[in-house]
């Protein structure tokens, strides 16, 4: 009995002095102590192990040289004190490959072997893929990546084996599809669909697991990469037929507009509604296309250039930016242009372009929560106005360029009522404000009053000003509002309990 319980007890000092060995301050005194010998040092891996060596660096971008690979790479574990080199490394050059996980691997590595054919390395000095590739794009989130040999395709995946049917049947020039420090436009497997090409130097869009072309052979070009606008709202590749561009489904590789641009710019989605701005002719006119309903949302009398800034704050209510007319007729100058707010149902400005115009948004509070149906615009005098949006109309003119909002909550054992609190700070320089409350259709229950600590007490707003300051001290009046909005009392006459 004895014995057994000495067996257990040892196995756990020993169990502890593993652990001892491998804790987080062991392993980063470790990798600390590497640093100071290697200009490059890996992410540890979960063998316990880093990746060693020194950079290769490329041109100077201005801000110095970039640094493009790693040579003399050595497979250091951190298992020991003595830090021993892995013999096991045979391959001494590499590119970082995949800065982000894919699937179980923090890192990958392409790497060049002896041939000088390229592989890929895992941080453990594990070889996934087999030197022998010309050249391999980035894997994505599903372990697929695109393979080059002598401009003839591949699809491997994370086991190193090809993914295609008929490896090598597609033709690309790797030059027109290698963007080696912007990934996004690399050419990539998506939604299991690649970019390929025929001898004819034309391309089309091939499904890997349908094993078959969904598009046909008809353009000139296809981007590889994804088209979006703020990478959230993926909607296809741009393709380029006849001069012309259209989008192509990314999953199904249906045209989702008609080769109508010569260039497109921008994806644009606001709510339910998907737009497309580009270049509509050779002299860089440009317009806005509405996905869903297939027309241009500016007339023809708008003359836009791709310079211009073209915003929507809402569906239907867009900043546009109009420039002075040059020589030429479609010519226009950005650095003088005008800010408008433009009605795609109205098909005409409700504010017409002025340069005086900073920006015009829609009101939102503090917190970012927009506030219905109210827009303002701010004037670069540090001037401003509130809008009303329907019935169109002036709200309120305020000597500020960036007011603040606040909602407001009333509330009693029978309802709950919602005000706006506005204030503004007219003098720059100094911290007074001034403040102005609404009711959620915007009536004013009150404006431009030098407030100071505005609160709410359940059902009761109140706040107090400073009268009869002179000879000082000043004296403080309150005044109060209820649920409804309506003063109580009188002014300057309500007393704090």
Do not use: H
């Given at each position: 009995m004895k014995t057994n319980k000495l067996l257990l007890l040892l196995a756990i000092l020993i169990s502890g002095i593993s652990y001892s060995q491998l804790d987080g301050k062991t392993i980063n005194k470790r990798v600390s102590k590497l640093k100071k010998k290697y200009k490059y040092v890996s992410q540890v891996s979960k063998c316990n192990t880093v990746l060693v060596g020194e950079y290769i660096y490329g041109g100077n971008d201005g801000g110095g040289r970039i640094p493009k690979g790693i040579q003399n790479?050595?497979?250091?574990?951190?298992?020991?004190?003595?830090?021993?080199?892995?013999?096991?490394?045979?391959?001494?050059k590499a590119l970082t490959l995949n800065y982000k996980q894919v699937k179980e691997y923090k890192r990958l590595y392409t790497i060049e072997g002896i041939n000088g054919k390229i592989g890929v390395l895992d941080l453990c000095g594990n070889v996934i893929v087999e030197p022998k590739y010309d050249f391999i794009n980035p894997f994505n989130k599903e372990g697929q990546a695109v393979a080059f040999v002598n401009n003839k395709i591949d699809v491997v995946d994370l086991s190193g084996k090809s993914i295609l049917n008929d490896p090598f049947k597609y033709s690309l020039k790797k030059e027109d599809f290698f963007t080696p420090r912007r990934t996004s436009k690399y050419l990539q497997v998506v939604n299991n669909n690649i970019i390929v090409g025929n001898d004819e130097g034309n391309y089309a869009l091939f499904n890997i697991t349908e094993n078959k072309e969904i598009t046909p052979f008809k353009y000139s070009f296809i981007y590889p990469n994804i088209f979006d606008h703020t990478r959230k709202n993926e909607i296809g590749f741009k393709a380029v037929s006849e001069g012309k561009q259209t989008l192509l489904d990314l999953t199904n590789g249906e045209e989702l507009l008609p080769l109508t641009f010569y260039e497109i710019d921008d994806f644009i989605s606001i709510a339910n509604k998907k737009f497309v701005r580009g270049t509509i002719d050779k002299e860089e006119k440009t317009n806005v296309l509405d996905i869903i309903e297939n027309k241009f949302i500016f007339s023809d009398e708008i003359h836009l250039n791709r310079f211009n800034k073209i915003k929507p704050i809402t569906q239907k209510l867009w900043n546009v930016e109009i420039s002075y007319p040059l020589e030429k007729k479609n010519q226009y100058n950005p650095a003088n242009g005008k800010l408008g707010l433009y009605d795609t149902e109205k098909s005409d400005f409700?504010?017409?372009?002025?340069?005086?115009?900073?920006?015009?948004?829609?009101?939102?509070?503090?917190?970012?929560?927009?506030?219905?149906?109210?827009?303002?615009?701010?004037?670069?005098?540090?001037?401003?106005?509130?809008?009303?949006?329907?019935?169109?109309?002036?709200?309120?003119?305020?000597?500020?360029?960036?007011?603040?909002?606040?909602?407001?909550?009333?509330?009693?054992?029978?309802?709950?009522?919602?005000?706006?609190?506005?204030?503004?700070?007219?003098?720059?320089?100094?911290?007074?404000?001034?403040?102005?409350?609404?009711?959620?259709?915007?009536?004013?229950?009150?404006?431009?009053?030098?407030?100071?600590?505005?609160?709410?007490?359940?059902?009761?707003?109140?706040?107090?000003?400073?009268?009869?300051?002179?000879?000082?001290?000043?004296?403080?009046?309150?005044?109060?509002?209820?649920?409804?909005?309506?003063?109580?009392?009188?002014?300057?006459?309500?007393?704090?309990?």
């Open positions: 790479m050595k497979l250091i574990s951190l298992e020991n004190k003595k830090l021993q080199e892995d013999t096991k490394l045979k391959y001494a409700v504010i017409k372009p002025d340069k005086n115009i900073s920006y015009i948004d829609l009101v939102r509070d503090i917190f970012g929560d927009t506030l219905t149906n109210a827009l303002k615009i701010s004037y670069k005098s540090n001037e401003g106005k509130l809008y009303l949006i329907s019935p169109w109309k002036v709200i309120l003119e305020f000597q500020s360029s960036a007011p603040e909002f606040k909602k407001i909550k009333l509330k009693n054992d029978t309802k709950t009522n919602e005000f706006y609190l506005m204030s503004v700070q007219p003098n720059r320089k100094s911290s007074k404000k001034l403040f102005t409350l609404f009711d959620t259709k915007w009536n004013k229950i009150f404006e431009n009053i030098r407030a100071y600590a505005p609160k709410v007490k359940e059902d009761v707003f109140y706040f107090f000003e400073r009268i009869n300051c002179s000879p000082s001290p000043c004296e403080n009046v309150y005044t109060a509002y209820d649920i409804d909005g309506k003063l109580i009392g009188e002014k300057q006459k309500y007393k704090i309990e």
